[in-house]
């Protein structure tokens, strides 16, 4: 995933709004009969599942996660690119626990890359 800027993105998501009430690129006026936010939704929340660029590149996270609790699986290694914002919330929303969480040993500890100093 690239790290795509903020108005890249909403000008794709013009385009597909644009394109789907109005056939094409440019639709001005209130030609949109319903919000985009709702046309995004998934199809079993009343959406038409087009997908939001913006949301979807929160997604990432969940490979952050994959290779957080277990590296050593095929997608642990997947050289995936996180944008940044993305890459922030997940180390904020995440704890990591030294040791078993009651206790910590500096020297015994699996600090970097699942080994010990």
Request: aromatic share 12%.
């Given at each position: 995933m690239?790290?795509v800027s903020?108005w890249?993105?909403?000008?794709?998501?013009?385009?597909k709004?644009?394109?789907?009430?109005?056939?094409k690129?440019d639709?001005?006026g209130?030609?949109?009969?319903?919000a985009?936010?709702?046309?995004?939704?998934?199809?079993?929340?009343?959406?038409l599942g087009i997908?939001n660029?913006d949301?979807?590149?929160?997604?990432?996270m969940r490979?952050l996660?994959?290779?957080k609790?277990?590296?050593?699986?095929?997608?642990?290694q997947?050289?995936i690119q996180?944008?940044t914002?993305?890459?922030?919330?997940?180390?904020?929303?995440?704890?990591?626990?030294?040791?078993?969480?009651?206790?910590?040993s500096f020297?015994?500890?699996r600090?970097?890359h699942?080994q010990?100093?």
């Amino acid at each position: 995933m690239l790290d795509v800027s903020c108005w890249m993105i909403k000008a794709v998501d013009k385009l597909k709004c644009n394109f789907l009430w109005r056939g094409k690129a440019d639709a001005r006026g209130g030609h949109c009969p319903i919000a985009w936010g709702k046309v995004t939704r998934p199809l079993n929340f009343g959406g038409l599942g087009i997908h939001n660029l913006d949301i979807l590149g929160w997604v990432c996270m969940r490979w952050l996660w994959h290779h957080k609790i277990d590296p050593s699986k095929p997608w642990g290694q997947l050289p995936i690119q996180v944008p940044t914002k993305v890459m922030a919330m997940f180390w904020i929303s995440v704890i990591t626990t030294a040791g078993d969480g009651c206790n910590m040993s500096f020297w015994t500890d699996r600090w970097l890359h699942g080994q010990s100093i």
